[in-house]
């Protein structure tokens, strides 16, 4: 487990202890564990993971594009409705080992996840237990015989809503629980921001896995036995296609962004790598603000974005060596207004457009295109503002080397309440004590820039900011985009 913090290594061991703990009882002969059942589900949520793994299931959902085990919870939440809680616990481990893992390291991650997941299936057994989900999903005493064949009392369908609905909400709340643990832990998630918003956002598609596990538990327990509970993987595999769309539509998103940001290096050199580090800066202080993962991904976009509008820039007032006049200096501040012409249509960026246009505006009203003040400024401006002074001040210029980290925080504590939103300072401040500051990041990890994580640099000579004159406040002074 090299590279993982010491906390989050401690704390995916004690998972996968408690996991164990859960599990082992199922072992014990005198325990009358269903294997049959047991076999067989853990069989099917193994096999529901091989489109991850198999080349023809992977063409079959629409390319090379992952596809998430969460639309195969149904399978977990059936075998916590139809099998005691360490038996329930098992199920998920063969598919959780098997299934891929995108960012490294691989082998922690898969039991890690093997971990959550009996977790998860063992809270929501338990729960079923506790309402009495077996006395209207199962016989009183089950057989191996009577789990794999019809079952000769049917289920009480209405009455399994209940037990089915309790033990869903277990399976969600344990997921949440131990996902915000180890973001705090593995990806030094502030605490108090770790776990916001996580239950909410689950628990929608929690509630319909639950419902298609209720519907894959009823018609194993039917006449019909468990072969007709097979029929609920077709609704399964459409969730997965759509996924896989929604994983496609997200890489065109990013290629979209990787291009412009292309296109704005190869216009000014000095650019190159800047626009990358401002979208990392803006996620770092956006994480400190509490903001959720959706806009957590919005604000990355804005930061590295913020400057797109050079393009319509004329590429020798950009390249100048000397100091700009008056008329090039008028050229350069329309910069975010053209930045905001290109990205208008671009309704993905959200509420990265008004960044884009609005992140040269002060709080004293003093700033451009609009002069706008104080609270008047977009959020996300007022976010990306900071983060844009705050990388020009720490990257070296082609006439003067780049200010300690420390020194950039100084002054853009000095000019806070005027020129930046102070509350965003602060946020900047205390994300550099808790992840420090690398300036080498790339647009092309999306997973590494929005959790915080900084690859380590590859050639520092193609990591400088943009140059600009030599004067003016830091981020809205007389630079090519009015840094310092």
């Known amino acids: 487990m090299a590279g993982i913090p010491a906390g989050a290594r401690a704390y995916i061991t004690g998972a996968v202890a408690c996991a164990a703990a859960c599990a082992l009882p199922a072992l014990d002969p005198d325990a009358r564990t269903p294997w049959g059942a047991v076999v067989l589900l853990a069989a099917l949520y193994a096999f529901c993971e091989l489109p991850h793994v198999c080349p023809v299931g992977r063409r079959l959902l629409g390319g090379s594009v992952p596809v998430s085990s969460g639309s195969f919870f149904p399978v977990l939440l059936a075998a916590a409705l139809l099998l005691p809680p360490a038996a329930a616990?098992?199920?998920?481990?063969?598919?959780?080992?098997?299934?891929?893992?995108?960012?490294?390291?691989?082998?922690?991650?898969?039991?890690?996840?093997?971990?959550?997941?009996?977790?998860?299936?063992?809270?929501?057994?338990?729960?079923?237990?506790?309402?009495?989900?077996?006395?209207?999903?199962?016989?009183?005493?089950?057989?191996?015989?009577?789990?794999?064949?019809?079952?000769?009392?049917?289920?009480?369908?209405?009455?399994?809503?209940?037990?089915?609905?309790?033990?869903?909400?277990?399976?969600?709340?344990?997921?949440?629980?131990?996902?915000?643990?180890?973001?705090?832990?593995?990806?030094?998630?502030?605490?108090?921001?770790?776990?916001?918003?996580?239950?909410?956002?689950?628990?929608a598609p929690h509630a319909v896995h639950g419902l298609a596990g209720l519907m894959m538990a009823v018609l194993w327990r039917s006449p019909y036995g468990w072969p007709a509970a097979l029929f609920v993987l077709l609704p399964m595999y459409i969730s997965c296609w759509m996924f896989a769309q929604y994983h496609r539509e997200r890489g065109a998103h990013q290629a979209t962004i990787r291009a412009l940001v292309q296109a704005v290096d190869i216009k000014d050199a000095y650019t190159r790598g800047h626009s990358e580090r401002v979208g990392h800066a803006s996620v770092l202080i956006a994480r400190e603000l509490g903001m959720d993962e959706a806009r957590l991904e919005v604000i990355r976009f804005a930061g590295i974005l913020h400057d797109v509008g050079k393009l319509g820039v004329p590429t020798r007032v950009l390249r100048k060596d000397g100091p700009l006049t008056p008329e090039e200096r008028r050229v350069i501040e329309l910069h975010p207004e053209y930045g905001h012409e290109i990205v208008r249509g671009i309704g993905f960026l959200g509420e990265a457009r008004a960044a884009i246009l609005h992140h040269h505006e002060r709080l004293d009203g003093s700033g451009y295109p609009y002069g706008l003040r104080g609270h008047q400024i977009p959020e996300f401006a007022r976010v990306v503002a900071v983060a844009d002074a705050f990388d020009a001040m720490t990257s070296t210029r082609s006439y003067r080397r780049a200010r300690p980290v420390g020194t950039a925080l100084a002054e853009l504590e000095r000019c806070a309440g005027t020129q930046f939103d102070p509350r965003m300072v602060r946020a900047l401040v205390r994300a550099l004590d808790r992840h420090g500051w690398q300036p080498a990041v790339t647009a092309d990890d999306p997973h590494e820039t929005a959790r915080g994580n900084v690859p380590p640099p590859r050639d520092p000579a193609r990591h400088r900011a943009h140059g600009g004159a030599r004067g003016g406040a830091p981020g809205h002074g007389g630079g090519r985009d009015g840094a310092p």
Not at 120 to 148: C, E, N
Not at 177 to 187: C, F, K, N, P, R
Request: aromatic content about 6%; glycine content about 8%.
């Open 89 to 203: 616990a098992l199920v998920a481990v063969p598919g959780a080992l098997a299934a891929p893992v995108e960012r490294r390291p691989a082998g922690p991650r898969r039991v890690w996840r093997a971990a959550r997941l009996a977790l998860a299936a063992w809270a929501a057994a338990q729960t079923a237990v506790a309402v009495g989900g077996g006395d209207v999903l199962s016989p009183a005493s089950p057989s191996p015989a009577s789990m794999v064949s019809p079952a000769s009392m049917a289920p009480d369908f209405p009455y399994a809503l209940l037990p089915a609905g309790l033990s869903t909400l277990a399976f969600c709340a344990v997921l949440t629980a131990l996902d915000g643990g180890i973001l705090a832990t593995a990806e030094r998630v502030p605490v108090r921001s770790a776990w916001r918003g996580l239950l909410a956002r689950s628990l």
